[in-house]
């Protein structure tokens, strides 16, 4: 068996002042070493996030906020950058949980809850992956800036 991963449930609760029920969501598996940083992008593409140039954030359950890169200072309750914590620092057990959100501004929020600490990643994954990905999925995603249709508007 390879070092155990992180089977990490992800379900996208609201997003541009919008609560989605059902909640659509993916399963991503992730190394302990993978950092808050290489989950959220993890996340962004599996739920078909094309422009990714937004800041995120992490709310910890112990009441931590932790931003996207070098965006920590004005004041914003920040006190870390994703890029600089992993994973198993966290030190996660199953049924843990923490919130994400993607573009400040539209507030996608994640409810992401560590459901096994044990995961195989070559049983689940058919490899080790040399990031966290997605394993299973459900629901309807929506557009990340609310389109309806392939056409551009002007």
């Not at 609760?13 to 940083?37: F, K, N, Q, W, Y």
């Not at 959220?40 to 140039?53: H, K, N």
Request: aromatic share 6%; proline share 6%.
């Amino acid at each position: 068996m390879s070092e155990p991963w992180l089977k990490i449930k992800v379900s996208l609760l609201s997003g541009r002042a919008e609560t989605l029920d059902p909640a659509p969501g993916r399963v991503l598996l992730a190394s302990p070493g993978h950092t808050l940083a290489d989950l959220a992008e993890a996340i962004d593409l599996a739920l078909a996030r094309w422009d990714r140039s937004h800041l995120h954030m992490f709310r910890l359950a112990d009441g931590r906020a932790l931003m996207s890169g070098d965006d920590l200072e004005g004041g914003n309750g920040s006190e870390g950058s994703t890029d600089a914590i992993s994973l198993g620092s966290l030190k996660l057990e199953p049924g843990d949980q923490l919130q994400y959100v993607f573009d400040l501004g539209d507030d996608w929020t994640h409810e992401c809850e560590l459901v096994d600490a044990t995961a195989d990643p070559r049983e689940e994954y058919g490899a080790v992956p040399d990031r966290p990905v997605p394993i299973e999925g459900w629901g309807w995603i929506p557009d990340q800036y609310g389109r309806e249709s392939e056409l551009l508007e002007d």
